[in-house]
């Protein structure tokens, strides 16, 4: 009975010490409007029973704070997205998060002296006279300390979100930055800039998510400038297109839209199932534009199974 004690507390111990060294699970290091945290239950179960995390690649065009690639964890994906100042801040936490985290703590301790000027001083820095790790704090203190974490660019290409008045925030997550690395660093983890439409010669069994920028639903609400270049209805088109193109070389797409009718029934046309699930739009102007709504969750098979 002794032996079996202590056998028990040795295996608890040796569980405790390897989570410790694993360190905490990574998630999203940004705020990122449309982020699909809250969906991914739902998202998992579209996940085929023959896509296998360790073995198959995995592919997301439109990466913003990928919340789907940091649950499902693959051995081999490809990230990409159009904001240059997102896809450099993942390739720095990638490649550099000592000198990210340095500088981090540095802006965080200037912030809490003189939060707004420091907000309106970092807001107009150019990015490209920042060296790889700066742009990347700026983007992620921008992101931390803006209004709702919103990313919004002028025709410019200018961000231009106001101040979020809130002198506490945490501008340096050390701990979640690391793991983040970590991960992207355990990985085979290519990260690059551009169209989704460059992503070609996926290999068939592989998993593609696609998660555009959302069509406008009246108009007024037309946010979609993550990049100077919005995204239109013909970029929509195209998108439809590309998710058929690679449904038909075998190629598992899941991707997430808006209630547009008319743009999910392109969809439909091509044979995707288009679910309509609940939403809370976690990122408005006004705090009782808030609330539960509809996404569609359109996939390339029928339901299968929770990974």
Same mark, same amino acid.
């Given at each position: 009975?002794?032996?079996?004690?202590?056998?028990?507390?040795?295996?608890?111990?040796?569980?405790?010490?390897?989570? !410790?060294?694993?360190?905490?699970?990574?998630?999203?290091?940004?705020?990122? !409007?449309?982020?699909?945290?809250?969906?991914?239950?739902?998202?998992?179960?579209?996940?085929?029973?023959?896509?296998?995390?360790? @073995?198959?690649?995995?592919?997301?065009?439109?990466?913003?704070?990928?919340?789907?690639? #940091?649950?499902? !964890?693959?051995?081999?994906?490809?990230?990409?997205?159009?904001?240059?100042?997102?896809?450099?801040? #993942?390739?720095?936490?990638?490649?550099?998060?000592?000198?990210?985290?340095?500088?981090?703590?540095?802006?965080?301790?200037?912030?809490?002296?003189? %939060?707004?000027?420091?907000?309106?001083?970092? @807001?107009?820095?150019? %990015?490209?006279?920042?060296?790889?790790?700066?742009?990347?704090?700026?983007?992620?203190?921008?992101?931390? /300390?803006?209004?709702?974490?919103?990313?919004?660019?002028?025709?410019?290409?200018?961000?231009?979100?106001? #101040?979020?008045?809130?002198?506490?925030?945490?501008?340096?997550?050390?701990?979640?930055?690391?793991?983040?690395?970590?991960?992207?660093?355990?990985?085979?983890?290519?990260?690059?800039?551009?169209?989704?439409?460059?992503?070609?010669?996926?290999?068939?069994?592989?998993?593609?998510?696609?998660?555009? %920028?959302?069509?406008?639903?009246?108009?007024?609400?037309?946010?979609?400038?993550? /990049?100077?270049?919005?995204?239109?209805?013909?970029?929509?088109?195209?998108?439809?297109?590309?998710?058929?193109?690679?449904?038909?070389?075998?190629?598992?797409?899941?991707?997430?839209?808006?209630?547009?009718?008319?743009?999910?029934?392109?969809?439909?046309?091509?044979?995707?199932?288009?679910?309509?699930?609940?939403?809370?739009?976690?990122?408005?102007?006004?705090?009782?534009?808030?609330?539960?709504?509809?996404?569609?969750?359109?996939?390339?098979?029928?339901? /299968?199974?929770?990974?």
């Amino acid at each position: 009975m002794i032996a079996t004690v202590v056998s028990k507390k040795s295996r608890s111990r040796r569980a405790s010490a390897e989570a !410790a060294e694993a360190g905490p699970r990574p998630r999203s290091f940004v705020k990122w !409007a449309g982020g699909k945290r809250q969906l991914l239950p739902e998202l998992l179960k579209r996940v085929p029973r023959s896509w296998r995390a360790d @073995r198959d690649r995995y592919y997301e065009p439109f990466v913003g704070a990928g919340s789907f690639y #940091w649950e499902l !964890a693959p051995r081999w994906a490809h990230l990409n997205d159009l904001n240059s100042e997102l896809v450099v801040s #993942w390739q720095v936490v990638r490649d550099d998060v000592a000198g990210l985290v340095g500088v981090l703590k540095d802006i965080e301790e200037a912030y809490r002296k003189d %939060p707004e000027h420091l907000f309106l001083q970092y @807001r107009s820095l150019a %990015p490209s006279l920042l060296s790889p790790a700066e742009r990347a704090a700026r983007f992620i203190f921008l992101n931390k /300390t803006c209004f709702n974490g919103l990313y919004r660019v002028n025709s410019n290409g200018v961000f231009n979100v106001p #101040w979020g008045k809130n002198p506490k925030a945490t501008v340096c997550d050390a701990d979640n930055l690391e793991a983040c690395a970590r991960r992207l660093q355990d990985s085979v983890a290519s990260i690059t800039l551009g169209d989704f439409s460059l992503m070609r010669d996926v290999p068939q069994g592989s998993l593609v998510y696609l998660d555009p %920028p959302f069509s406008p639903l009246t108009k007024t609400a037309n946010f979609t400038s993550f /990049t100077a270049e919005k995204f239109r209805r013909e970029d929509q088109e195209r998108l439809v297109s590309y998710a058929a193109e690679l449904a038909g070389a075998g190629v598992h797409v899941i991707a997430s839209q808006s209630c547009d009718e008319d743009v999910v029934d392109l969809y439909r046309d091509e044979g995707f199932r288009c679910d309509l699930v609940p939403a809370v739009r976690a990122i408005n102007c006004r705090g009782y534009g808030r609330g539960v709504v509809g996404e569609y969750i359109i996939s390339s098979g029928g339901r /299968t199974h929770a990974i």
